[in-house]
Every structure is written in structure tokens, then in C-alpha cells.
């Protein structure tokens, strides 16, 4: 079986969600976001999805499964979870920083918020756009 589109996309989605992750868990080390703390909903949608994405790409490969389906659209929404809850979290921290706070420090605490961020949307949108597609090509 040779891999499709749906295949890369899925992969670059799932990377997409790790960076978000990561960027997330660090920011929650920051010295500005730190008394906010990890949020689970934010960690739990975003690990959810990246096991999704790697269970479709092994139930896709093994086979067409119907509940394989669900796992093709189920990411993007856990990943749109994610980036909203996030975004959510640290919109207050993002316009005292962006007004009264601007700093060195702090603009480099709030460059991870906006990683987290952007990775998680990225990620979303590159799941949609694998859903279109199959994984493998018979």
C-alpha cells in the first residue's frame, strides 16, 4: 500500500499538535503565565488528538473500519478545543502584556502563548484538510 495525502496531512497535523503542546506546557513555565498554571482541557484535547491521529493512521493501514470514520474528523475538533481554551486562558495576559507591560521578558513569555496558539490552529486546519482525503492508495 503506497501513502496518500491524507496520510501526510494527518502526520503533519498530529506534528503540528505536539508543537502546540509543547509550546503550551512551556509557556506554562513562564515567569508571567506561570500562577495560571496547565489547564488540562488544553493538554487533554491536544494529546486526545495526537493519539486519534496516530490510532487512524494504524486502523487506516490494517483496513477501512466504519469507527475510523469518527477518528478522521474527531482531531480538528479537539484541536479547535485546545487552541480556543488556550486562547481563552491567556487573552488577558496577552493585551497587558501587548499595553501596559511590554517588556523583554514578557514579550518573550507571550511568543510561546502565540506559538501554542497558532500551532494548535494550524494543526486543526491541516486535520480538516486530511479528512478529505485517504491515507493509503490501493
Known sequence: ?????GF????????????????????CRTNYFVNLGVNPVVMGC??????????????????????SDVLAVLPPVLLMAAAITLAGARVNGIAAIMTFENNAQNMADLTSAIVGIAACLAAAVAGIIAAFFDTVKE
Open 1 to 5: 500500500m503506497k501513502k496518500s495525502a
Open 46 to 67: 491536544a494529546i486526545a488528538a495526537i493519539l486519534c491521529q496516530v490510532v487512524y493512521l494504524v486502523a487506516t493501514r490494517k483496513g477501512h473500519a466504519l469507527w
Open 8 to 27: 501526510f496531512m494527518t502526520v503533519l497535523s498530529a506534528a503540528a499538535a505536539a508543537v502546540g503542546a509543547a509550546a503550551y506546557f512551556l509557556n
